[in-house]
């Protein structure tokens, strides 16, 4: 038992930390949530697109309604639609008006609506307007009366519901409120309403200012595309002037060093995996996303080190052709630097490439030899397989029944905490706005509001899935996340049972956290590890065999 143990603290002692002169040429973390969704929004666009200010990349978006056309100038895509729905990327866009607020490091949707983008009866709109402005300019109780009645003449009950809703929240200038209330007017179907609430939320939201100003930018696009029932097209314009292969992945680099959510992911998928192996010969690691490989250097730095020197690895990377984009290359990268280091750890080592999408493996793409102790990794990607509501094959089940059959001694799970799968559009939004507010919260303590790398890090991470649960459905909409509790059943339905958490992996998870902020905080319950932003969980981590 001393023996074991002794084993185990030598593994744990290298398991997270890597020599930074041996290691740091490879080591770039990956960030599979938005590895495995680049099919849409980052093609092979890559080339030698330069390092621009974010007010360089923004051009103008224009989606067709059931009402008419309506356009977001200044957003933080560079595409442009026209109204019968083709799309043409802008090299520079060019201001419309003259009160639009620009800035090197900042940009705010500042462009009003005119009454002829909103609908075909202009003085209609127009009339309804001027009564708002009227309203938002102070409180009068006799006015507010007489105005409901004027109302009630020619509007629905539940359309003035949702404008006394409105006109309560813009006065207080109370952001979140207002991109509550114009998801209500999407989600009813109240076109009018909303509108004119994305007209004054162009007026409240900044790349560059508080947390939710921030992230309202970018939840105003996917309402944007919403109503126009363009989701798919904004997702995939926002492939225009992608940022270089190398560029985008400093980005994830700064993501994964200023936020703790994937960092604690990997670490505790490896803990995990490192006590499952801790006694055997040969290992096999099947990454059903692999991205740039980064996952697995601490982890064949951590058997290197191990008493009795290090078994023989294998790792199967899985990752389809699209990802070479955010790498650099194909998994022939990842299967060279991994064997690079693996070699100068002496550990004895094979990379095995499955180039194609997870939904897609089947049995014969795994190459299961006898002899070996199986592991397989799940880390942010089931949530991107589709499952019983939006493919009759539910690739999620079917997938964990075939990883069941190959009998491992250990499969990992992380998954970002939320429910965004099966939900209808607005308690979808709710959930989208409450998870990102967090995660926007939490970058906001580690970059300054105005820093051009943080503006970077968000809109190319971060953004399109923001815009992706809010404007797509259907196939289209990659980004299905589900509560642990989901993922459990879906696990035991399998076969699996769950695995225990290695208490030594805890402990090294929590000082880790030490080093970012007291506002995270860690909490083991139900046999699963909890990463959460003050009262928001919103990574959780298990094991299963």
Excluded at 59 to 66: T, V
Excluded at 76 to 99: H, I, K, R, V, W
Excluded at 262 to 291: C, L, P, T, W
Excluded at 495 to 518: C, Q, W
Aim: aromatic content about 8%; glycine content about 6%; overall charge negative.
């Amino acid at each position: 038992m001393q023996a074991s143990r002794r084993r185990r603290t030598a593994m744990s002692n290298t398991l997270y930390c890597e020599p930074v002169q041996k290691a740091e040429a490879y080591c770039l973390p990956q960030f599979q949530t938005l590895d495995n969704h680049l099919s849409y929004i980052s093609g092979n666009h890559g080339g030698n697109h330069s390092f621009q200010t974010y007010r360089d990349r923004h051009c103008m978006l224009e989606s067709s309604s059931a009402t008419g056309s309506y356009a977001i100038y200044h957003s933080p895509s560079t595409a442009s639609f026209s109204s019968n729905g083709s799309m043409t990327c802008n090299q520079e866009s060019q201001p419309y008006l003259s009160d639009v607020r620009q800035s090197p490091e900042t940009t705010n949707y500042g462009s009003p609506i005119s009454g002829s983008c909103i609908t075909d009866d202009v003085t209609d709109f127009m009339h309804k307007l001027k009564e708002l402005e009227t309203v938002m300019l102070g409180p009068d109780a006799d006015f507010q009366e007489s105005y409901d009645n004027s109302l009630a003449s020619s509007m629905a009950s539940s359309e003035i519901d949702s404008w006394r809703q409105m006109m309560l929240a813009i006065p207080r200038r109370d952001l979140k409120q207002v991109l509550i209330a114009c998801a209500k007017a999407v989600s009813d179907g109240e076109l009018l309403t909303a509108q004119v609430l994305i007209s004054e939320l162009r007026q409240m939201v900044s790349v560059s200012g508080e947390p939710i100003q921030r992230l309202g930018a970018y939840i105003l696009e996917g309402l944007v595309a919403k109503l126009g029932a363009s989701g798919s097209s904004i997702c995939k314009s926002l492939r225009c002037k992608e940022p270089a292969s190398f560029e985008l992945l400093s980005y994830m680099h700064v993501l994964y060093e200023i936020c703790p959510y994937f960092k604690f992911g990997y670490m505790s998928a490896n803990g995990a995996i490192a006590e499952a192996m801790k006694d055997e010969n040969r290992v096999h690691i099947i990454d059903f996303q692999i991205a740039q490989g980064s996952q697995w250097v601490p982890m064949i730095q951590a058997f290197a080190a191990r008493p009795g020197g290090p078994p023989h690895i294998r790792i199967t990377g899985i990752d389809d052709s699209t990802s070479a984009y955010a790498r650099g290359g194909g998994l022939d990268i990842v299967g060279q630097r991994l064997s690079k280091l693996a070699k100068t750890f002496k550990v004895p080592f094979e990379f095995h490439a499955a180039a194609m999408s997870g939904s897609d493996v089947q049995l014969e793409n795994l190459g299961i030899q006898p002899g070996e102790a199986l592991a397989v990794n799940f880390a942010f990607t089931l949530h991107h397989m589709p499952d019983e509501s939006v493919s009759t094959e539910n690739h999620r089940d079917r997938l964990l029944r075939m990883v069941k059959n190959l009998n491992p001694k250990v499969v990992t799970l992380v998954e970002q905490e939320s429910n965004t799968n099966t939900a209808a559009f607005f308690p979808r939004f709710l959930e989208t706005l409450d998870y990102y507010s967090a995660m926007f919260e939490s970058i906001d303590m580690t970059l300054p509001r105005g820093h051009k790398v943080r503006i970077n890090v968000e809109q190319h991470c971060l953004a399109r899935d923001v815009v992706n649960i809010i404007a797509c459905e259907g196939i289209e909409r990659v980004e299905r996340h589900e509560l642990l509790g989901k993922w459990k059943s879906r696990f035991r339905m399998a076969g699996f049972n769950p695995y225990p958490l290695s208490s030594l992996v805890n402990a090294t998870i929590k000082t880790l956290l030490e080093s970012y902020s007291d506002k995270y905080r860690l909490e083991e319950r139900d046999g699963a590890l909890y990463l959460g932003w003050m009262n928001r969980d919103l990574v959780a981590s298990c094991a299963w065999k």
